[in-house]
């Protein structure tokens, strides 16, 4: 059977609803910020150790085509004697 509210008991009961309801407080946080600085560092640390290799291959390089176009040059004289 269906019970019908008075308007006086539906007032009341709306205002007990409301003295529960509270205003939700927003909190800012920063889950993991230690663990993404610490990931950030390592990531810099590789590339940092990337580039340096990159430029000793990159020096390596230059010292084999410098001896090769030497070596080049060498036969090149001789071969006009």
Request: overall charge negative.
């Amino acid at each position: 059977m269906e019970e019908f509210v008075t308007r006086r008991e539906f007032l009341e009961f709306k205002k007990q609803v409301e003295q529960k309801t509270e205003e939700i407080k927003t909190v800012k946080v920063e889950v993991g910020s230690q663990d993404v600085t610490t990931r950030l560092d390592a990531l810099e640390q590789g590339q940092k150790r990337l580039e340096e290799g990159q430029k000793e291959l990159s020096r390596k390089q230059d010292e084999q085509f410098t001896s090769i176009k030497k070596e080049f040059a060498s036969i090149e004289e001789r071969q006009k004697m």
